[in-house]
């Protein structure tokens, strides 16, 4: 039969904070940073709670710090630009 969670196993749980790191990362993408730096702080907590195991909620927080760190240079970026724009 197919199984729904394939990658996670009977006694392994994903807990909120890697899912956080990750939503906020995607939401950093698409608000220009703005949601970046709680992503990072999500991620590096989430990762520091599961340091010692490797496991699917460690690669799904290592994904959304990655993703808030993109959405880092995104706002820099973006700020960037629009400083340009700005000044005569």
Avoid at 62 to 71: D, N
Wanted: glycine share 10%; net charge neutral; aromatic share 10%.
């Amino acid at each position: 039969m197919l199984d729904a969670n394939p990658n996670l196993g009977s006694e392994e749980e994903l807990s909120a904070l890697p899912i956080w790191a990750f939503t906020l990362g995607v939401f950093a993408l698409l608000t220009f940073g703005l949601t970046a730096v709680p992503s990072i702080i999500c991620g590096h907590l989430a990762l520091a709670r599961e340091r010692t195991r490797q496991s699917f909620a460690k690669s799904v927080a290592l994904t959304g710090l990655v993703i808030g760190y993109v959405g880092v240079a995104v706002f820099g970026t973006w700020l960037v630009v629009m400083a340009r724009h700005l000044t005569p």
